[in-house]
Nanobody
């Protein structure tokens, strides 16, 4: 499975961005999908996750109410809409796929994910 993240960029505080992650080479509807981010000098952290059907989502407290994760299973794409961006949202954002749809319990744990995209940089200026 290959994951290709895109949509990052340089924005100002309060702006919005939508990141996309296109999947290929596997059965997308089998995968729970997640977004993680890593800021300079910090560990990679969980941002959001969506179940294989799209029926269940989960968010880190730091982005809840500002970010929305969604997926289009017909297009094999997962999105994260990021609104009201803050300078502390600056990071490289990674999408990831967990191939066992039963393992929703591991959605916040990066080591539970089997496939990773290459990352896309998001920079939010104050």
């Amino acid at each position: 499975v290959q994951l290709q993240a895109s949509g990052g960029g340089l924005v100002q505080a309060g702006d919005s961005l939508r990141l996309s992650c296109a999947a290929s080479g596997g059965t997308f509807t089998n995968y729970n999908m997640g977004w993680f981010r890593q800021a300079p000098g910090k560990e990679r952290e969980f941002v959001a996750a969506i179940s294989w059907s799209g029926g269940t989502t989960d968010y880190a407290d730091s982005v809840k109410g500002r970010f929305t994760i969604s997926r289009d299973n017909a297009k094999n794409v997962v999105y994260v809409q990021m609104n009201s961006l803050k300078p502390e949202d600056t990071a490289v954002y990674y999408c990831a796929a967990e191939k066992d749809r039963r393992k929703w319990y591991g959605r916040r744990i990066q080591y539970e994910y089997d496939y990773w995209g290459q990352g896309t940089q998001v920079t939010v200026s104050s």
